[in-house]
Each structure stands twice: as structure tokens, then as C-alpha cells.
T-cell receptor, first 111, second 115 residues
């Protein structure tokens, strides 16, 4: 079993819909959870960062961590065509540990 | 201010040739990371530089891969005797203080194709 599993998609949703992106992981030591957005032919950029379990909201984006289920989610409300990108989850056990990335989910928001 | 820059943007080479990829981090960032992103795969850690400390080379896949960094500035990733499986996007990132979960700012990547 890979350490981090992420459905590669593509996921296509109409503009304005709520998007749910998910990752599962196997290492119970992971405490730091991140979501990166990567536009085509660009480097990833950090979207959300959470520590341990719980929710974190930033504008239209909500990150959710359920450590008991080893499951993390990113919700995008009122999705826009500009949200079309690849979303990578990433996680780490300690602040100085290497980050383990998921393969990324390709998201298309249809106008 | 300027972000992380990488050159070349694209590189096509023949199997067996050496290639050199360059990364210019954000000024003042002490930490620099190299990652490899194969098609349909997540980012794979290669090497990490933090200030004057010895680099963490634990992610380099073989001894054909090496990297250097001059002080807290430019870094070069060298791949010797390239193989077709080296084809990937090579991403460089930098961060202010150098803890992995700190925000890493990525460059646009160098797309390497080995024929």
C-alpha cells in the first residue's frame, strides 16, 4: 500500500458546484497536511496547511483532516473555471521530515 | 519580488548525454529543494540544501544524479549518462528557513525528455 493515495481523476464539475477532493494515507504518524494547486506547466503552490485533525477554512476553500480514518479532504465552494488545475495532497510526520506527495487529482470546472 | 526561476524550461537530450539544470531561489531563502515529477506521479524528493549544512541527498535515485549549491544562491542539478526513465519535470523550491513543512515556493520546472 502506498503511503498516500489520491484519485488522479480527471474530475469534471460545472461552475458553481462544490468540489470535494480526497486523499487517504497509511502512516498514522503524519501530523502535517497540505494541499497544493498546480496549474498546467507551472510549479505547485501551497493552498492550505493544517496540523493534526480538524477543519480549516480560507475563503472558498476548506481543508478537513480525519486522523482516525486517515483521510483528508479539500472542499472548494462556488467553483470557478480558474480553479481548473491539479490538486496535490501532501503530508509529513514532523516539521523537519520530508513531505510525501499524492499523485494529484486533475480538476476541470466547466463554464 | 521575483520568484524561483529555473532554466532551461525544456531540455531534450539523447540517452547517455549529461544534462545540467539550474535553479535560482528567492533571494534570502536559506533552504532549497529539488523534486522530480514523472508523468502522472506525485513529487519525488531528490535533495535538500539548508544554509551551510551538509545537503540531504537521501532522495537521489542513483549516483548519476548530483547537485551543488553556491552559498545560499544558485543550485545546479546534474544528471550524468541520462536514461529514458530520467524523463520528467524537475522542480526546484526554496523556503525561508528550511523546515520541510514550511511554505515552499516552487519554480516552473524544467521538462526533461531523454530520447
Amino acid at each position: 500500500q502506498k503511503e498516500v493515495e489520491q484519485d488522479p481523476g480527471p474530475l469534471s464539475v460545472p461552475e458553481g458546484a462544490i468540489v470535494s477532493l480526497n486523499c487517504t494515507y497509511s502512516n498514522s504518524a503524519f501530523q502535517y497536511f497540505m494541499w497544493y494547486r498546480q496549474y498546467s506547466r507551472k510549479g505547485p503552490e501551497l493552498l492550505m496547511y493544517t496540523y493534526s485533525s480538524g477543519n480549516k477554512e480560507d475563503g472558498r476553500f476548506t481543508a478537513q483532516v480525519d486522523k482516525s480514518s486517515k483521510y483528508i479532504s479539500l472542499f472548494i465552494r462556488d467553483s470557478q473555471p480558474s480553479d481548473s488545475a491539479t490538486y496535490l495532497c501532501a503530508m509529513s510526520a514532523n516539521r523537519d521530515d520530508k513531505i510525501i506527495f499524492g499523485k494529484g487529482t486533475r480538476l476541470h470546472i466547466l463554464p | 519580488g521575483a520568484g524561483v526561476s529555473q532554466s532551461p524550461s525544456n531540455k531534450v537530450t539523447e540517452k547517455g548525454k549529461d544534462v545540467e539544470l539550474r535553479c535560482d531561489p528567492i533571494s534570502g531563502h536559506t533552504a532549497l529543494y529539488w523534486y522530480r515529477q514523472r508523468l502522472g506521479q506525485g513529487l519525488e524528493f531528490l535533495i535538500y540544501f539548508q544554509g551551510n549544512s551538509a545537503p540531504d541527498k537521501s532522495g537521489l535515485p542513483s549516483d548519476r544524479f548530483s547537485a551543488e549549491r553556491t552559498g545560499e544562491s544558485v543550485s545546479t542539478l546534474t544528471i550524468q549518462r541520462t536514461q529514458q526513465e530520467d524523463s520528467a519535470v524537475y522542480l526546484c523550491a526554496s523556503s525561508l528557513q528550511g523546515r520541510f513543512v514550511e511554505t515552499q515556493y516552487f519554480g516552473p520546472g524544467t521538462r526533461l525528455l531523454v530520447l
